[in-house]
């Protein structure tokens, strides 16, 4: 992991996001990029208005991420590599432009932003950018806190592509805190016996996790989010895993009514696996 981009609203919420984000960085090395979308406010209004020229605008944002930044290397002795990056567009295209451009490993968001409509704009991007699925993703909320990720819930449906590549973030995470993998499978075990005997999902599965300390579980409620965060809640995880594939039931998850849904939102961070 050698790069993490870090998009910010300014809110308090995503000011928790960028926290989160120093303190993976910390731990593997990785530079940190904070980054800002705007665009040019829109009136309705036939009255004569005053328009902020773009350089003015971008200038204050450029300035409000080189604050954070210096924080940041205040409280961490300079230790961190910080770039401040602000962008004028949509900030899901901005967003997954950079991931490009910048060969970025990782991307920690937050979910809520400060006020409503905050909340309604951050919680959006969010959700787009993972559904994009071009690059994995950490959520969290203003609940979360950092700490070392011990027990990972990967919640699977059996109809993921257990690519090396996707898999790859997830067990960066486990090689770097030792971290044990529930494979959650929230399909009836009945199913889950049938796609295990393919050797196009099991053994694919299995080859993926070769190496990790991991062990299989079944769901035994019928609602999807209920039985995640059931399953979660009892093993006390620290993190939950999923693959939002176009194909993958869990796909469904990742719209704006249920992912606030999830108790992951409250004191458990998301990690959405990219499907490029």
């Known amino acids: 992991m050698k790069t993490i ?24 090395k990785a530079k ?65 432009e950079m991931v490009k451009t910048k060969s970025i490993d990782l991307v920690v968001m937050s979910i809520r932003g400060a006020n409503y409509l905050s909340e309604i704009l ?62 959650f499978n929230v399909v009836s075990e009945l199913e889950a016996v049938s796609f295990t005997g393919k050797a196009a999902t099991g053994n694919l599965l299995e080859h993926s996790l070769k190496g990790t300390d991991y062990t299989f579980h079944f769901s035994e409620q019928e609602d999807v989010i209920e039985s995640i965060n059931t399953f979660a809640a009892n093993k006390k995880a620290d993190m939950i895993v999923m693959i939002p594939h176009k194909h993958s039931l869990l796909k469904n998850i990742f719209n704006e009514s249920n992912t606030k849904k999830m108790a992951f939102h409250t004191h458990i961070p998301l990690l959405a696996l990219h499907t490029c």
């Open 5 to 28: 981009l870090v998009p910010t609203d300014f809110s308090d919420n995503a000011r928790n996001a960028v926290n989160y984000a120093v303190e993976i960085a910390k731990l593997t």
């Open 32 to 96: 940190l990029i904070l980054f800002h979308a705007f665009h040019i406010p829109v009136t309705n209004s036939d009255m004569p208005v005053g328009v902020i020229p773009i350089e003015a605008i971008e200038k204050e944002n450029i300035n409000r991420l080189k604050d954070i930044m210096k924080e940041i290397q205040s409280k961490n002795n300079d230790a961190l590599n910080i770039e401040c990056i602000c962008k004028m567009g949509l900030a899901v295209d901005e967003i997954t």
């Open 122 to 183: 951050m919680g959006s991007i969010t959700t787009a950018l993972i559904r994009k699925g071009c690059c994995p993703v950490v959520v969290i909320n203003q609940n979360v806190k950092f700490k070392n990720i011990k027990k990972i819930v990967f919640a699977s449906d059996y109809h993921e592509i257990f690519d090396e590549s996707i898999m790859k973030p997830l067990k960066d995470f486990v090689e770097l805190f030792k971290s044990h993998v529930y494979v």
